[in-house]
T-cell receptor, first 112, second 115 residues
Framework: TQLLEQSPQFLSIQEGENLTVYCNSSSVFSSLQWYRQEPGEGPVLLVTVVTGGEVKKLKRLTFQFGDARKDSSLHITAAQPGDTGLYLCAGVPTGTASKLTFGTGTRLQVTL | KAGVTQTPRYLIKTRGQQVTLSCSPISGHRSVSWYQQTPGQGLQFLFEYFSETQRNKGNFPGRFSGRQFSNSRSEMNVSTLELGDSALYLC??????????????FGPGTRLTVL
């Protein structure tokens, strides 16, 4: 059983569409991070959310941390082909020391 | 500031052999973590080193081992390779060993293929 479940697993949309990716767990996390990984590269950190209910915006990307700190979402407005990649959420469960756990991943493809 | 570097980028080995992968963290970063990424299992934590000591370990067999040197560079070793060890091995560095949250900077990975 994965500690962090992401949905959907795959998403293929056209440029200009909006989308939301979900990251859910039954465990409480002290923080959650979102990464994007492109083929042949390592994941790149997009954002870290720390406070329950926190919302962070990064241009067209909006990240939210659930009030109970068990879930998070990533919303992309007006997707562009450059948004294509594997999106990963990751977190450190409370009570553990520095052991980052990754979600199952969402592969996004944005076409013209 | 240079990013995390990993060598080699690609490696092909046969079953039963052993392999050593290298990771140089970002200058000034003292914590290095290793991950295995496969299509089926996703990104899985192998181990973390800080100040030349292993601080955390994932659920991998003893064939997987690592070490960290005084300059924070790290190596991981896989002995008696199996077909299932084929994966992208990622190294990530952080400034220090953090309990609360952990902003990690990843290298490009080493693609290991076991034949």
């Amino acid at each position: 059983t994965q500690l962090l479940e992401q949905s959907p697993q795959f998403l293929s949309i056209q440029e200009g569409e909006n989308l939301t990716v979900y990251c859910n767990s039954s465990s409480v996390f002290s923080s959650l991070q979102w990464y994007r990984q492109e083929p042949g590269e390592g994941p790149v950190l997009l954002v870290t959310v720390v406070t329950g209910g926190e919302v962070k915006k990064l241009k067209r990307l909006t990240f939210q941390f659930g009030d109970a700190r068990k879930d998070s979402s990533l919303h992309i407005t007006a997707a562009q082909p450059g948004d294509t990649g594997l999106y990963l959420c990751a977190g450190v469960p409370t009570g553990t020391a520095s052991k980052l756990t990754f979600g199952t991943g969402t592969r996004l493809q944005v076409t013209l | 500031k240079a990013g995390v570097t990993q060598t080699p980028r690609y490696l092909i080995k046969t079953r039963g052999q052993q392999v050593t992968l290298s990771c140089s963290p970002i200058s000034g970063h003292r914590s290095v973590s290793w991950y295995q990424q496969t299509p089926g299992q996703g990104l899985q934590f192998l181990f973390e080193y800080f100040s030349e000591t292993q601080r955390n370990k994932g659920n991998f067999p003893g064939r997987f081992s690592g070490r960290q040197f005084s300059n924070s560079r790290s190596e991981m070793n896989v002995s008696t390779l199996e077909l299932g060890d084929s994966a992208l091995y990622l190294c990530a560095s952080t400034l220090t060993y953090a309990v609360s949250y952990n902003e990690q900077f990843f290298g490009p990975g080493t693609r290991l293929t076991v034949l």
